[in-house]
């Protein structure tokens, strides 16, 4: 149980075009999710936190009108990033927790590595 | 604010040798602590969690002891395998639900024949 899945797993884009990456719980519902940002062997920066039918929670020093959000159901999330610039190129992570009742633990995606040409 | 620091790495073994990968944190309050591994092209996958002091979690053959009095949370393993070769993270939340977690900077392990 707790599978989270990442769509598409790998993505290239020309500098300038929006690219939009799907994060879903596929086995229980997800009171939130997260999105994380990895830079080559660096750590997780965590980006943002969503909650369905609310507005995303972004960390300080992220765009908020260059990465959307939507977390439209409790089993399904969007990251837009908009009008994507090379140094926009990164391996990006979602994560989803359940509610208390499920599971106090955030289960990861398998990520995915965006390339902005 | 929380903090996590792990050892540096990489840290490269031969199969079948012990492993310690150290880790001590700086929290406010009771956090649950985690260590995720990250293979090669691949997202986080959990490990092993500990959610209060003096909790041992264990998977795969690998531990992890919650040690409040040295805020540590040091992951170990009796005998690697090439397959264990991975960048290890160890993490902290604050607890409850929706907590951001805390990570480490991560610590690449090579294990080789």
């Known amino acids: 149980g707790a599978v989270v899945s990442q769509h598409p797993s790998w993505v290239i884009c020309k500098s300038g075009t929006s690219v939009k990456i799907e994060c879903r719980s596929l086995?229980?519902?997800?009171?939130?999710m997260f999105w994380y940002r990895q830079f080559p062997k660096q750590s997780l920066m965590l980006m943002a936190t969503?909650?369905?039918?609310?507005?995303?929670?972004?960390e300080q020093g992220v765009e908020k009108d260059k990465f959307l959000i939507n977390h439209a159901s409790l089993t399904l999330s969007t990251l837009t990033v908009t009008s994507a610039h090379p140094e926009d190129s990164s391996f990006y992570i979602c994560?989803?927790?359940?509610?208390?009742?499920?599971?106090?633990?955030?289960?990861f995606g398998p990520g995915t590595r965006l390339t902005v040409l | 604010g929380d903090s996590v620091t792990q050892m540096e790495g990489p840290v490269t073994l031969s199969e079948e040798a012990f492993l310690t990968i150290n880790c001590t944190y700086t929290?406010?309050?009771?956090?649950?602590l985690f260590w995720y591994v990250q293979y090669p092209g691949e997202g986080l996958q959990l490990l092993l969690k500990?959610?209060?002091?003096?909790d041992k979690g264990s998977n795969k053959g690998f531990e992890a002891t919650y040690r409040k009095e040295t805020t540590s949370f040091h992951l170990e393993k009796g005998s690697v395998q090439v397959s264990d070769s991975a960048v290890y993270f160890c993490?902290?939340?604050?607890?409850?639900?929706?907590?951001?977690?805390?990570f480490g900077t991560g610590t690449r392990l090579q294990v080789t024949l």
């Open positions: 500990a959610t209060k002091a003096d």
């Open positions: 086995d229980f519902q997800a009171t939130t």
């Open positions: 929290a406010t309050g009771y956090p649950s």
């Open positions: 969503s909650n369905e039918g609310s507005k995303a929670t972004y």
């Open positions: 993490a902290l939340s604050g607890g409850g639900t929706a907590s951001k977690l805390t």
């Open positions: 994560s989803a927790e359940g509610d208390a009742a499920v599971s106090d633990t955030q289960y």
